[in-house]
């Protein structure tokens, strides 16, 4: 529990600010799931929500759902940096548990590009990198804008 509530905090933090400060924009996340046996899956048009401290990754057609309900998160500079432990993915109306082995997601809710730390590479505004590995060795990753933030 402690856990969820550091992720509602660190995801919250900038949601004030970022909601008052972003204008109404499509979709723009690139999502991609590789299964252990290959055959990856790209979906464009990914949507992209912070609520209530918890992180939504919609389909463009809504009929699945990635939820990262726990994390371990922390500020590097201006962005955050999560670890998530928890997710599950809403599909058809069912809940399914998705155990992790290892992933990072970085979230930028500034108006401008920002460093990633270690790296030559820079997160957009208001963007979103995530990559999560499940035990079961699907591979997930998406690159995008995040669309919305409501806090609690």
């Not at 929500?49 to 057609?61: A, I, M, N």
């Not at 939820?67 to 432990?85: D, E």
């Amino acid at each position: 529990m402690l856990l969820a509530r550091s992720v509602r905090r660190a995801f919250a933090a900038g949601a004030v600010w970022f909601a008052l400060s972003s204008a109404v924009a499509p979709a723009t996340g690139t999502m991609n799931i590789t299964p252990t046996g290959g055959g990856a899956n790209t979906y464009d048009d990914v949507e992209v929500k912070v609520l209530s401290g918890e992180l939504f990754l919609t389909s463009r057609d809504g009929q699945g759902t990635i939820v990262v309900n726990q994390a371990a998160c922390s500020y590097q500079a201006k962005i955050i940096v999560c670890y998530p432990s928890a997710a599950a993915l809403v599909q058809n109306g069912t809940s399914q548990a998705l155990t992790l082995k290892s992933g990072t997601i970085y979230l930028n809710y500034t108006n401008d590009p920002q460093p990633l730390s270690g790296s030559s590479s820079k997160l957009s505004a208001r963007g979103i990198l995530l990559a999560f590995t499940t035990r079961a060795g699907t591979s997930v990753t998406l690159r995008g804008r995040i669309d919305e933030v409501i806090r609690e």
